[in-house]
């Protein structure tokens, strides 16, 4: 168990739609990421938050956003959602800059 | 262009003996590299991180190496079990970035 949370643990919803992704780091961790990974396709970086702010920006859409909290928990929203949006996501939380990175059990979305 | 590739899509080996996986990176200049372990439909799992003024890091049966002039790390599985079996991801971090890019990974099978 990396101690870092993710729900739901399947989301299956249709074209078009909007979902939120909810993530809670490991306690004590500032920073979290964001990752796609579509079948057989390696871990895309989405966007990294650090301690409430927004730190770097990946492959991210523009119909996905992000935002991380004060109690440090964050949520990807995916709105209009289209068949290629369907992958597991994965959040990561980290204690400090470049260091190990320890991932959630990740959220399966489906879309049909 | 900047690239992260590792040695193959998948590896087959028998029980006992040692496995080994490459990881190439071209046009990164990464102070360190770090390994991870993926099962299926489970977020990735550090196994290891080495720096890149280090050649070599072991961990019981796990033994990574780093080459800056080859820009390569191999990463070596001895006396490999069938647990062993599952995919390898290499992540670096491009110097001037918070966020770590993965190697698309390599599926280790282990036969018994």
């Known amino acids: 168990d990396s101690g870092v949370t993710q729900t739901p643990k399947h989301l299956i919803t249709a074209t078009g739609q909007r979902v939120t992704l909810r993530c809670s780091p490991r306690?004590?961790?500032?920073?979290v990421y964001w990752y796609q990974q579509s079948l057989d396709q390696g871990l895309q970086f989405l966007i990294q938050?650090?301690?409430?702010?927004?730190?770097a920006k990946g492959n991210i859409l523009e119909r996905f956003s992000a935002q991380q909290f004060p109690d440090l928990h964050s949520e990807l929203n995916l709105s209009s959602l289209e068949l290629g949006d369907s992958a597991l996501y994965f959040c990561a939380s980290q204690a400090i800059p470049k260091d190990t990175q320890y991932f959630g059990p990740g959220t399966r979305l489906t879309v049909l | 262009s900047q690239k992260i590739e590792q040695n193959s899509e998948a590896l087959n080996i028998q029980e006992g003996k040692t496995a080994t996986l490459t990881c190439n990176y071209t046009?990164?200049?990464?102070?360190?590299l770090q390994w991870y372990r993926q099962d299926p439909g489970r977020g990735p799992v550090f196994l290891l991180l080495?720096?890149?003024?280090?050649k070599e890091k072991r961990k019981e049966r796990l033994k990574v190496t780093f080459d800056t002039t080859l820009k390569q790390s191999l990463f070596h599985i001895t006396a490999s079990q069938p647990a062993d079996s599952a995919t390898y991801l290499c992540a670096l971090d491009p110097v001037k970035s918070q966020n770590f890019v993965f190697g698309p990974g390599t599926r280790l099978s282990v036969l018994p």
């Open positions: 306690s004590g961790d500032l920073s």
């Open positions: 046009n990164y200049s990464p102070a360190y």
């Open positions: 938050y650090y301690n409430g702010e927004e730190r």
């Open positions: 080495i720096r890149e003024n280090e």
